[in-house]
Antibody
């Protein structure tokens, strides 16, 4: 089955750090662009970060710059988001999202999400 | 950043109704626009990519139109399973992907 699965969320105090992971299976992980997207409680979708398939070109939303670091390990089909200096406004469900074009057409895959709660 | 303005933010409709959701980009994004459906507690699901292309497995009652700055998602005959939130997304600038604010479709 083609899927993504996030882990690493939980309750963390303001100022703390957390590392999210996302593992892909059932597809060639190294072919696709990967992103992190989050959704605060009762809010819309917010793109956080991007990493290219192989060259590791990365981009960040202003809300993540300087605090979050995206990385990937194609050998173990894994995507990561290292989050530091966490704030209450970082409380959200974090989704990993892969996309790209292949022989079948447009590939677009999301994980079920992992909840991060920043609170004292 | 490219701003995506989606309207309406919510709408009430009945089963069988035809509905349209609009999305406007703050600059020309060509056809690099996607539409997603999201149900409570679930990840977004892609409906339309490249503004007008129906994703595999998505019912044909969903359609997308537009290019440049103005885009529309149409559901030709609303079904019970279509009551959800819908988001547009621009991928013209992959260094700053942005979503519309969302449209919640509720039962009248």
């Amino acid at each position: 089955e083609v899927q993504l699965a996030e882990s690493g969320g939980g309750l963390i105090q303001p100022g703390g750090s957390l590392r999210l992971s996302c593992v892909g299976s059932g597809f060639t992980f190294s072919k696709y662009e990967m992103n992190w997207v989050r959704q605060g409680p009762g809010k819309g979708l917010e793109w956080i970060s991007y990493i290219s398939p192989v060259t590791n070109t990365v981009y960040y939303a202003d809300s993540a710059k300087g605090r979050f670091t995206i990385s990937r390990d194609n050998d173990i089909n894994s995507l990561y988001l290292q989050m530091t200096s966490l704030r209450a406004e970082d409380t959200a469900v974090y989704y990993c999202w892969g996309r790209g074009y292949d022989r079948s057409g447009y590939f677009d895959l999301w994980g079920p999400g992992t909840l991060v709660t920043v609170s004292s | 950043d490219i701003q995506m303005t989606q309207s309406p933010s919510s709408l009430s409709a009945s089963v069988g109704d035809r509905i349209t959701i609009n999305c406007r980009a703050s600059q020309n994004i060509g056809n690099l626009l996607n539409w997603y459906q999201q149900k409570p507690g679930k990840a977004p699901k892609l409906l339309i990519y490249a503004a007008t292309s129906l994703q595999t497995g998505v019912p044909s009652r969903f359609s997308g139109s537009g290019s440049g700055t103005d885009f529309t998602l149409t559901i030709s005959s609303l079904q019970p399973e279509d009551f959800a939130s819908y988001y547009c997304q621009q991928i013209y600038r992959i260094s700053q992907v942005t979503f519309g604010g969302g449209t919640k479709v509720e039962i009248k």
